[in-house]
């Protein structure tokens, strides 16, 4: 038996990402067409972007905490959220959650060490970028960072928002993600997270000038360890 991975959903492509890959990923250890149970569970992301826009953390805990309590009465046995910026809520959370949870930084400082990467590019919404939480996780692991300049998070924000999580997925935009990351890469940085869950569907291994820490996938195949092997 596997057990039962519960998505607290934010945003609908990165989560719809975080889903396909733990179904696709999967088969290869289960067997074909097979994966672990999933449910999901979101609020619109406007009713998140009330309380980001407000800084008002505790609101964004709340809605997480609406989706964690329906997913454990789902059946979940643990949960996940394939959104980076609003793990900066995670501490209102992770002690009064009816369910355990895996942390997205805390997977990508993980497989950072396990590549022996020293200093990593962190790219995401300016809410990410700006924020504690990939500064808190790849402290603790030993690891520097480094975020772009206040005009390209601005831009890269306005690309999440406007393009990537309606879908759109521009050349121009994905040049210019590869312009911020040859920089970054350019001012000593060797690896790039893709710090949040839409990136992933604009730049990869093949486009980015430094070697891509995807966030969303991590979570998924972490997910996939631990509802496999518990």
């Known amino acids: ?40 569970h979101n609020h619109p992301l406007a009713e998140y972007m009330k309380f980001i826009d407000k800084d008002d953390w505790a609101g964004v805990a709340a809605l997480m905490m609406s989706s964690a309590e329906k997913l454990a009465r789902a059946g979940a046995d643990f949960l996940i959220c394939p959104d980076n910026t ?3 809520a995670f501490e209102f959370v992770e002690h009064r959650s009816p369910r355990p949870w895996l942390h997205i930084a805390q997977e990508v400082a993980c497989e950072a060490k396990r590549n022996h990467f020293r200093r990593l590019a962190v790219l995401g919404t300016k809410y990410l970028m700006e924020g504690p939480v990939y500064p808190q996780k ?3 692991a030993g690891i520097d960072y480094k975020i772009p300049d206040a005009p390209q998070r601005e831009r890269i924000n306005q690309i999440i928002f406007d393009e990537l999580v309606n879908a759109q997925f521009l050349p121009r935009s994905q040049a210019y993600f590869s312009e911020v990351i040859r920089g970054m890469k350019d001012d000593g940085c060797d690896a790039v997270v893709l710090g949040c869950t839409e990136i992933p569907l604009i730049v990869n291994a093949e486009n980015s000038p430094l070697p891509p820490l995807d966030s969303t996938r991590l979570l998924a195949r972490a997910a996939l360890r631990k509802a496999v092997s518990g």
């Open 86 to 88: 609003i793990h900066q």
């Open 138 to 140: 790849l402290k603790a």
């Open 1 to 40: 038996m596997t057990q039962h991975i519960g998505i607290v959903v934010c945003s609908a492509e990165g989560a719809a990402l975080c889903y396909r890959t733990i179904c696709l990923e999967g088969a290869e250890l289960l067997g074909p067409h097979a994966h672990p149970e999933v449910s999901m």
